[in-house]
């Protein structure tokens, strides 16, 4: 209930700037994926390491490190699957776009200095459709090598919503102004263009997301007022 509560306030009270100063960046060392040809289902498995901050492209200090951290992401319906050949008409590759969805991140985290441990959620609607691109391997090749059927998905974020919680601790605004979700290297695949459901794993995905500082929006606001006083004074001067 709070996560489709937050979507909707997502709707009416999305953020209005388009640059950001502080970047959130995470990663895990786990990952897996199913997809075909109704949808895909993208698992980042809670190996994730502590989360980076950047402000200006410098590195902030954080006290908070993931413990329990995961997401799951269900696309929509497949859209579109687009094989690649080579010169000799082989399938060398297959894309697959889906119908956009919503990312949800539970965040569990600990802070090695006050032993506090904290949990919440981190939401945000995908916009564009998400893509998984898989190599295809040759019919040539022996079947004894799996891991060259490697599959990467990546997926664009936007404006989302920390849980109070998490956002409080990390030290920033709960609303943000994007970002996006990586990973390319899920291997040893399985299926061909023709399967209605295949695997990979053992990924890696990064989660990046851009949250606006305080200073940027209060800038905005004041370029704005300035410039409904500028016409209104420009209305009220006698022709």
């Given amino acids: 209930m709070r996560i489709a509560l937050s979507l909707l306030s997502l709707l009416l009270l999305a953020p209005r700037v388009s ?3 502080a970047i959130l960046v995470t990663q895990s060392d786990e990952s897996r994926i199913t997809y075909g040809t109704f949808n895909a289902v993208h698992y980042g498995l809670s190996s994730f390491t502590s989360m980076r901050m950047y402000r200006d492209g410098i590195q902030q200090p954080l006290d908070w490190h993931n413990v329990g951290t995961s997401f799951k992401t269900v696309s929509g319906p497949l859209l579109q699957q687009t094989l690649e050949t080579n010169s000799a ?4 590759g297959s894309i697959y776009l889906y119908e956009a969805s919503v990312f ?3 965040f569990n985290i600990h802070n090695s200095v006050t032993d506090e441990t904290r949990d ?3 939401v945000a609607p995908i916009i564009r459709p998400i893509r998984v691109a898989a190599t295809e391997k040759s019919i040539e090749e ?6 060259d059927d490697s599959v990467e998905i990546f997926y664009r974020l936007g404006p989302g919503l920390f849980d109070d919680s998490i956002a409080s601790a990390f030290g920033i605004r ?3 102004a994007g970002g996006d979700v990586f990973d390319p290297y899920l291997t040893f695949g399985t299926g061909d263009p023709t399967t209605s459901e295949r695997t990979a794993w053992e990924g890696a995905p990064t989660v990046t997301i851009r949250v606006p500082e305080p200073a940027s929006l209060i800038l ?7 410039l409904v006083a500028r016409r209104r004074r420009a209305q009220r001067r006698p022709s």
């Fill in 104 to 106: 949800v991140m539970e």
């Fill in 220 to 226: 905005l606001g004041s370029a704005c007022l300035g």
């Fill in 142 to 147: 022996p079947p004894e090598i799996p891991d």
């Fill in 19 to 21: 640059s950001a100063d």
């Fill in 89 to 92: 008409g082989e399938i060398i």
């Fill in 120 to 122: 919440g959620f981190f």
């Fill in 174 to 176: 709960r609303r943000t």
